[in-house]
């Protein structure tokens, strides 16, 4: 009998484009559940399955695994976080356009030396790894939407008087003139937070282990400036700028201000001694394999009487996350490490005392908390971590979320301990 608001197995496919054993397969995969079974055993399925169902199509055309999917996809249906998926799969496909117009420019070049008679075989190398690029697009999928998922977390519930953005920015004390250099840049939320606050005549280096999330910073830090181009049009503003896989080094411009962009480990730094009045490692540093080379490398690319700005956390931060999952299911483990044991507020001083001056170092806090009113972003939050929660959840899914649902009935404060510490050469 045909429910009121929902689509047959056989009317979803069609909607769907694609075939009843297709559909048929992703439930017995447990991949994309019917939303209601009725007693005689029919499927149906809702407007919100179609949203699930975009999601997996996508996540199977850039290379996941059945298992990737169906861990990642559990939940979802919320519309928050529908809107964020959608924001991150935009994000996938210009970076898909970006990487088929530089393979296209590649067999071009290509193509031209074979006319003429000689081939660059290191082109044809070059062209060989652009061609594998989207491999990839997967992990990258993973980084932007677990990004995504935290940021929604503290942007939401926050109870600091500003956000950790501004008021990390304000740390800086940038003046006319100065040049900085950020590592592990991230999506560049500094920057896109603030960027209307920049001094003139600053020269900023943002860079990044991932070629994508340089991609995404040089395109949010685009987008902004448009827009302030667009509310003040005498401040012209040069926003060109070359694919990032042929030319990892690119500027834009803002108020006089300039940025760069560029693809390195900040354990090897391509600048010359003292290029830098100040450097940035944002919630970087812990995961460094080698840290004191990070520190050695930082110290010696800054001017003398420079800065390093350098932010982590405590063993005391977001606790009351780790101690909900672990009350649900004591085998969940949120990170595979404990990063402020690898450089944290506790030991971060003397770590950096084995480069730095520790007559130079200091310490500030940033104080925030969270008070947590709604399950859905704290559910995310939590399946966007780096540990083992997703195996242990995929399969209990309903059973967790009313579990989280109970404990933030009445408000659920998280505790939060991050700051940074300023160093001077």
Partial sequence: MKKEGYYSSGQFAKLADVSVRTIRFYDRKDILKP????????????????????????????????????????????????????????????????????????????????????VNWQNMLDLIHLTGMERSLSSQYKSASNLSARIALHSLYSTGRDGW??????????????????????????????????????SVVLSDISDGMIR??????????????????????????????????????????????????????PFPDHSFDLVIANHVLFYVEDIPQALREIRRVLKPGGRLICSTYSRQHMHEIRDLVKEFDSHIVLSRDSLYENFGLENGRDILSQVFPVSGITLRRHEDSLEITDSQPLVEYILSCHGNQNQYLVDRYKEFHSFVEEKVKSSFHVTKDAGIFECYV
Wanted: proline share 3%; glycine share 6%.
């Fill in 35 to 118: 939303s209601c079974v009725d007693e005689h055993g029919a499927r149906f399925y809702t407007d919100q399955d179609l949203a699930s169902l975009q999601q997996i199509l996508l996540l199977k055309y850039l290379g996941f695994s059945l298992e990737e999917i169906r861990a990642m996809t559990i939940g979802g249906s919320d519309y928050s976080h529908l809107s964020r998926m959608l924001k991150v799969q935009e994000k996938l496909v210009q970076d898909r356009i970006e990487q088929m117009q530089t393979v296209a420019e590649a067999i071009r070049d290509t193509e031209a030396e074979l006319q003429r008679g000689s």
């Fill in 165 to 202: 953005f501004p008021w990390l920015f304000r740390q800086l004390h940038l003046r006319e003139g100065m040049s900085v250099l950020e590592v592990g840049c991230g999506d560049g939320a500094l920057w896109t937070y603030n960027c209307s606050l920049l001094p003139d005549n600053v």
């Fill in 216 to 269: 995404d910073v040089r395109r949010n830090l685009s987008q902004t400036m448009t827009s302030a181009v667009l509310s003040e049009p005498d401040k012209g503003t040069d926003l060109r700028s070359a694919p990032v896989q042929k030319d990892p080094l690119h500027s834009s411009r803002t108020q006089n201000s300039s940025f760069r962009f560029q693809v390195f480990d900040c354990t090897h730094i």
